[in-house]
C-alpha cells in the first residue's frame, strides 16, 4: 500500500509504503510519481516496508530518473535493516540519500 502527499511549498512529494515493496506495487507506484513534473523532489518512507525486492529497486531507480537523474534529489529514509542491506548491496547509497 502506498500513502502518498505533496507540499507544494517545497515541491516535495513524500511517499510511504507499507508491507511488501515488489512488483505488485509498480502500478501504484508509477502513477504516484508520474502526477509530478521533473524536478520535484523526493521523500520515500520505508519504515513500515516488511520485504523489498530487485523490481523494487527497479521502481526506484525510474523515479530517480523521472526526478532529474543525477540531478535529482531523492532520500529513502526509515528502511529497515534488511531493506539497508539490499539498497547498500546494490549500491543506491550512491544514488540515493539514505537517511
Known amino acids: 500500500m502506498i500513502i502518498g502527499q505533496f507540499d507544494e511549498k517545497s515541491a516535495t512529494a513524500t511517499m ?13 507506484f508509477r502513477e504516484f510519481f508520474a502526477r509530478y513534473p521533473k524536478g520535484t523532489d523526493y521523500i520515500i518512507d520505508l519504515s513500515s516496508v516488511s520485504y523489498i525486492d530487485s523490481s523494487a529497486l527497479g521502481m526506484l531507480l525510474l523515479l530517480r530518473d523521472h526526478a532529474g537523474g543525477d540531478t535529482s534529489n531523492v532520500v ?24
Open 16 to 28: 510511504v509504503l507499507k508491507g511488501r515493496f515488489d512488483y505488485s506495487c509498480q502500478q501504484e
Open 76 to 99: 529513502i529514509k526509515g528502511a529497515s535493516e534488511f531493506v539497508i542491506s539490499a539498497l547498500k548491496m546494490a549500491h543506491f547509497e550512491r544514488l540515493f540519500v539514505l537517511s
